[in-house]
């Protein structure tokens, strides 16, 4: 079909808010509908939610509604703790309701598996969120104490008196996990509800799927033989839109040391995505499945030097002022990626290795080791023009998604992954 493409926006927040008004903008695309989650938001007409003129379209809070519309693409923006409360689902019912879906949080490799997934034991998933660490208000006022109940809880299960009842408390466990945390759809699922619809899924992002997936591997390609990658982001989250991912305080700024390591929930919740970036990285440059794949995590805070306000966030010297995540792909014991994010608040809170950018505003690197020679891209930000403007980086985003809706909505149903091939036109 040619355009233009009839959208509906899921999640019009930061990301989900600039799709919104880039299509209301574009003769490409006419928007249909629009689901909100904040009541005060239900009934509004879309243009005027991203300060345009009124359309006569109106956003709603109904899921139903939504799934009633005739619509050729859903550009999928939900919030990071979506990931946790059900939004596979959410993905599902669009899907099998005939629409394509393209999403900014995650579905880059649907088949590689998680701390989440369904194949993993309700008892392992409860484990593991037992030991989540927890800041800010991202995922409501009440779970902490629900998180100290579930450690307790998780005690007692894990005793040696508990041994011979294990088995019965894991189908127990498993009513429990998927009513409150559903386990993430595995892709065979993702894959008949495409079918079932007729229409295709994809997942999308700048970073660091479009860097890794479309640079850092179309790089790899003039090698012959590329024995370990590297990917590298530094980035200033001072800019970053209020409320994002749930607020600085819910990713660890400003917050004790103490509070920020491998089982913080930013650490956990960032698995969605980098484990399947990964994951394509290894089938790639290797040709292994995901169940060859292991992907290990290690975050670290980094106290701040100096006083900053970000929004309505503070963080002291001293307070978690940059985090470093550092997440590595191993087939069998041999390392073949290692992907690090490093974020700080604030240009002079930049936590800068020998091996980082230079910017204080941040940058990326990408390393290949292989044959016959090794390849390093860096790019790095100008310090001094830098305007601390988050609008780039959500514009590139924004440019990701809209762009695939032809070649998404033209695939043949099912699980849609990028083309690497080199394609051709003949001169005209």
Known sequence: MSGPYRLIIWGPGDMGGRALRTALESPDFDVVGVKVFSPHKNGKDIGELVGLPPVGRAATTSKAEILALDADCVIHTPTTPALVQGADQDVIDLLESGKNVVSAASYHNPSMPTWLSASRSPL???????????????????????LAALRLGMRVVDSAAARPLRPGLERLAGGVVDRVIPRRAPGSRLQAACLAGGVSL?????????????????????????????????????????GMWGGLESLGFGMPLAAVDSDHAIGLMQHFYFDAVLGNVAHALHGVGPDAVRVERHLYPVPARVRVQAGGTVIEPGAVGAIHMTYRGYIGERLFMTNEECWHVG???????????????????????????DIEMRNELDDEAYSGDWSAVTDISVAAMLGVVPELCAAPPGVVMPDLRPHYLVES
Request: charged share 20%; net charge negative.
């Open 347 to 373: 240009a002079g809170n930049a936590h800068l290795g020998p091996d980082h950018p230079s910017s204080l505003a941040g940058g990326h690197v990408i390393t290949l080791v292989g044959s016959p020679g």
């Open 202 to 242: 994809h997942g999308t992002g700048l970073h660091p799927g479009l860097m890794v997936e479309q640079v850092l591997l179309r790089l790899a390609g003039v090698l012959d033989e590329v024995r370990e990658v590297r990917f590298l982001e530094v980035g200033d989250l001072s800019a970053a839109p209020e």
């Open 124 to 146: 392992t998933v409860l484990r593991t969120v037992s030991g989540m660490k927890v800041t800010g208000d991202a995922f409501g006022g009440r779970l902490r104490k629900a």
